[in-house]
């Protein structure tokens, strides 16, 4: 199980980022993250299941669910669909802060889950059919569902777990930006700790405690999303995949491969093969 940190950049002409969900063809599992940035999955066609803490969110055809930031999510899309994911920065908000960079939006229904899902997808469609005007046509409604964001999503009554909690996962944030970017080499939580000025005890219970996994299980499931797109996109021996992505050999590859898809790489890629 990997709870990752992702980074978001908004469109190039936009104030956000928007774009189709990657899961859409079906069989694809994102593991658990996080990130300092809102992001609203909103289904257009087929469905998908969300992930948040303990809860779990079956979205189908017109549901849409709201990601605070820094809260540790997943998402499972068994099934072909359509989803429009928006990813807001967070200080967009920074006038509605409830807290020391920190608002917190609800994941109840609203009666007003029509006019979001509305927007969304009016936004999606005139930003992708890029008529004249679009640029303006998109920042209007994204304009209106922000307002409806602060005015009928956002919660007013916030505790100081949640906000500590965020603080801590902002710092974890960059931790684990290193770690992405060097997952290949031999990153020993002690190397780690000394590189960020903490003591290997802290760092390993800041991982459990605020990310909910240890950090040697973090790190592997680092390497095993890597070595699941190389498995995708390129005709790599296993062998060449596992030492690409940090693994000491095929074997440990394959076993930790195999605990977490259920199946051995070597099956994975043929049953890719097979699709297509």
């Known amino acids: 199980m990997q709870y990752s940190h992702e980074l978001i ?15 859409k063809d ?14 609203i999955f909103a289904v257009l066609d087929g469905g998908l299941v969300f992930h948040i803490g303990d809860r779990t969110y079956p979205l189908s ?29 967070l200080k967009t908000f920074e006038e509605y802060f409830t807290g020391d960079q920190f608002i917190l939006f609800s994941h109840d229904p609203k009666i007003q889950d029509e006019q979001v899902m509305a927007l969304i997808r009016e936004m999606y469609d005139a930003y992708t059919g890029k008529d004249c005007g679009y640029e303006m046509k998109v920042k209007s409604q994204y304009y209106m569902l922000l307002y409806l964001l602060v005015t009928k999503y956002r919660e007013l009554d916030v505790s ?5 909690r965020s ?13 992405k970017e060097n997952y290949t080499e031999d990153l020993s939580l002690e190397t780690l700790a000394e590189i960020f000025g903490y003591s290997p005890a802290y760092l390993s219970r800041m991982f459990q405690k ?4 240890n950090y040697k299980s973090y790190l592997q499931g680092i390497r095993l999303e ?21 693994f000491p050999n095929s074997k440990a590859f394959s076993k930790a ?7 051995l790489p070597s099956e994975f890629r043929r049953e890719q093969k097979k699709r297509f």
């Open 160 to 164: 100081r777990d949640a906000v500590k």
């Open 9 to 23: 950049m908004p469109n190039k002409d936009l104030p956000f980022k928007m774009f189709l969900f990657e899961g």
């Open 61 to 89: 055809r017109g549901e849409f669910i709201l990601v605070n930031s820094n809260e540790i999510h997943s998402v499972d899309s068994p099934k072909p669909n359509r989803t429009v994911v928006l990813q807001i920065p």
């Open 167 to 179: 603080k801590k996962l902002t710092k974890l944030s960059a931790i684990t930006n290193y770690i």
């Open 226 to 246: 890597y070595a699941y797109r190389e498995l995708l996109e390129t005709n790599h021996t296993i062998s060449d995949t596992a030492l690409n992505n940090g």
């Open 257 to 263: 491969f195999t605990e977490k898809y259920g199946r």
């Open 210 to 213: 605020y990310a909910g996994i």
């Open 26 to 39: 079906g069989n694809y599992f994102r593991d658990k993250h996080w990130h300092r940035s809102i992001e």
